[in-house]
């Protein structure tokens, strides 16, 4: 049986443009999508903190070391700049393969750019 298990987070991007009129997707600094492992054209889904949107699109390169975050297309409704967001992508693995993995967490500063990066999560105290 196979589980969908968590690949990568890039947790608190803040969105720097939000395009109506562009073809559709999320487009992500390069140099983020390399240190995540996210593939472009990789569908992803991004969770936006401000407002409570959830939605599923799919990345596309920008430029390396632009700090940029688009949230294009249709889904330019549903984050605006300055927005901060979590994105997610997902992999499908057997369950003995599961129970040995750990997601690529990337933690980002307001500027987008790597604050620091992890491979799993605290316990959450109650």
């Known amino acids: 049986m196979q589980v969908t298990m968590l690949k990568t987070k890039l947790h608190r991007a803040t969105v720097t443009h939000s395009e109506l009129e562009y073809e559709g997707s999320c487009a992500i600094d390069g140099t983020l999508l390399d240190a995540s492992g996210i593939m472009e054209y990789e ?60 997601p690529r967490l990337i933690y980002l500063a307001d500027d987008n750019t790597i604050k620091r990066t992890a491979n799993t999560i605290p316990v959450q105290a109650a």
């Open 43 to 102: 569908q992803i889904h991004i969770y936006n903190v401000d407002n409570g949107e959830r939605f599923v699109t799919y990345a596309i390169r920008a430029e390396e070391h632009s700090g940029v975050i688009s949230v294009n297309g249709a889904a330019a409704h549903k984050a605006d700049p300055g927005h901060i967001i979590i994105i997610c992508a997902y992999g499908a693995l057997e369950q003995a393969e599961a129970a040995r993995f750990n």
